[in-house]
């Protein structure tokens, strides 16, 4: 694991010194192999594994790929989910109290907990904010991972399902990077792996004998983590409700009485406290996530009644390889997943959990609909993963240690020669690894960073963290220190990101109507006046690239002509009462008619 | 200590953090140094409160004194090699943020004085900036005209990451440009404004 990791951080910086050509592009994948393929081989060759050699390898695995997101990017935050949270939390340090707004982002700053507890270790330590960002999601990652672990041991009973439903879960396309982000959904996680952890223990009370403070512990517990996961994030939130409405329903079909009980107070408590957080702290939530919720309602609709609108993605769909990959992943999950069905059936199905999470895997044949046949079925299905691989990876798990480890070991006919029978078995093996990576490269093609920016270092106009450079940076920078805060500045996708971060204005990303036609119209200066924009941004790179993302825009459907032509982003030039008061060479910021006298 | 001791305290140390900081918002001062340090000092001692209370009935386990084996030793070996391994890499990620190439640029500004707030009473004054983004020192030709005449040049040099900066004065209706010029560069970057 720790050779792999070290060919992806010279793959990385290879990157970064300019020299990341297809030769480290593959050093990249043979490090994504050196740090997976053994473990499978380790998990699959050994007929005894301990709980100790479990528990290592999955805390090791989960290191090695947390180290991974760390190396992209050691020294600054360019996720842009990151470079929101990194503002907000700034913010949280000034103000020091919560809910102040983000311009990036409204809706975390009604969601504080992964700001709170950056900004507690900030205040207490006065490390950056950068350095506390990357040790709570280290840790968040670490400890989701862990509780996953748990949960899979316990309810299966053996440290081998543990351990393989975790190296399955990190083939999850967001697992990697996007879930080990500084986000809020990261330490969300964290929370609502170890509120099932609890969830799980206190459903399994009922037939243990300890004493009232044993219940009590776990009982607080599962409350405090429950609420924890509440106000961290809104959708991991929902998934852990969800969750525990289903352990709770299927306990009671199995006639778990009192464990169904006990699971629906906590899945009670947990849709209360929904209710309570979202009416009394964050009903922009409810705006937040609509139009996601039509497109996934359209999307069901459509898949239910064979109508589906054909599908597509909001960014491109990358390289063929990547794609093959993705769907030759899909493929072995949803054929692996009815030999799990089976396995359950067979050796658990009296045990209400192991059933829940069976029948949760089968959300997967959905997802993988949903991404085809709807518009952003890719965004919605790769964010549904996150949670839905859960399941999965124990559905699968299950199937690997039970069925799949009595094939690979099979001794076929008596007086075989023992050289023989190892090497079927060593085939039989490397085959499985096969599979195994194909599921982690399946994960990482559908994943994040996308294909352009595997490796860090290109630019590329408005590509995601591939679109920040120093000189975008230092305008942002400028802006902040010159310009004072909160303005309201016209900007392009990358420009939008660093604006509203470092440059704490109060960007505009979707005025794409100002950039895409030859001449100032009095419809634009309309739009600029009733969106009260003050300053508008150029990236003439818009007028050199193309943009591998789709578009220069936070909207990126518009329909902009790629490279936008020279004079439509010279023109504001000419606009009479517009101030050129900012140029870098690739970066030149116009003040608008009144933005100086604007309150 | 059972083994997932330190997930529950890690996990329950997050959320009491998360949690926490919501009381701590309704106090005027907020969340600050001291009150962060006061309340985790609380929650620390709670904590210890409630263990304590967990375990009165738990009989003092005895110390057993283990053995080191030649496997452990082992395994003790090839986990410091992969921590060396894994610090490599770290260090070669750390090292390799400088190596990351970027065209250096320079920064103009121009900007009426009212733009920043309290930046001083003049109506009449505008500032003239520049920044070098270049990682080595450069020489800059600045000019600065108002209408078509010139009124000011300046040459100088600065080095990565320095600024250069000027008041001028102005006059209502006067419309000021000034182009910069960096050796060696071709372009030339303007900025303009008209004073109100």
Redesign the interface.
Known sequence: ???G??V???A??AG???SGGPVWSAAYWLGETVLFVPLVWRLLSRLRLGETEA?VLTL?LAI?IY?IK??YS??AFVFPDELEHWQATNG?LA?????GGNFLLPVSSTY???E??A??LV??TGMPVFVAGLL?AG??HL?FI??LY?VFREVSGSPRVGVIGCAIYVTNPHYQVFDAIYGYQT?GL??FG?ALVAALRVYRLGSTSRGV?HQV?WWV?AV??I??TV??HHVTSYALAAALLLFAAVAAATARTRGSISLAVLAGTCVSFIAGWVALVAPSTVGYLTPALHSLKNGLVGILTAHATPGGTATPAGPVADQLAGYAATALIMTGLPFGWWQIWRTQRRDAWALALGLGAAAYYLLALLRVTTPDGAELAGRGLTFVYIPVSYTLAVAIAGPGMALLHRKRRAGRASWAIRAGQAARISLASVAALTLLFGGIAYGWPPYWERLP?RYVVDGFESGI???GI??AT?ARS???PGNRIATDYTNYLLMGSYGDQNPVGNLDELYCSPSWTVGDATLARTQAIRYLLVDLRMSQHRSLSGGYFTDRSTACPAPIPKQYLTKFDTVPGF????????IVIY?LPG???AP | MR??TW??I???S??????G??ML?LTP?????LS??IS?AGAALLALAATV??RRRRPPSAGATRRITARQRILAGYVL???A??G???G??????G????PG????????S????ARGPAASQA?L?V?S?YTDPEAFHLVLRRGTSTIGTWNFTLAGGQSWQQAIATQAGQHLTAQ?TTAGQP?V??????S?
């Open positions: 694991m720790a050779a990791v070290l992806i951080s010279a990385y910086a970064r010194s300019g528990v090791s090695a180290l760390f190396f050691p020294a949280l103000s020091h109290h919560l809910f504080p907990g992964l709170e507890v900004s507690a205040s207490v709570v840790l968040a400890l862990t509780a748990i330490l964290a929370f170890l403070a512990r517990l405090v983590l609420a924890a106000v961290t270092g450079t120093p000189e230092a305008a400028w010159t310009l004072g101030s050129r008061v900012y140029d870098s060479g690739n003040a933005a100086y006298h | 083994r997932d997930l529950w890690a996990g329950l997050l959320a009491v953090i998360a949690l900081g919501l918002d001062d907020g969340q600050t140094r962060w340090i985790m209370w967990l090699a992969a921590l391994v894994a490599t890499a770290i070669l990620a750390v090292a390799s943020v190596w990351q190439h970027s640029f320079a920064q103009l500004w121009l900007v009426p009212r733009i920043a707030a500032t900036g920044r983004g910069l372009s970057q303007t900025v303009g404004i008209t109100s």
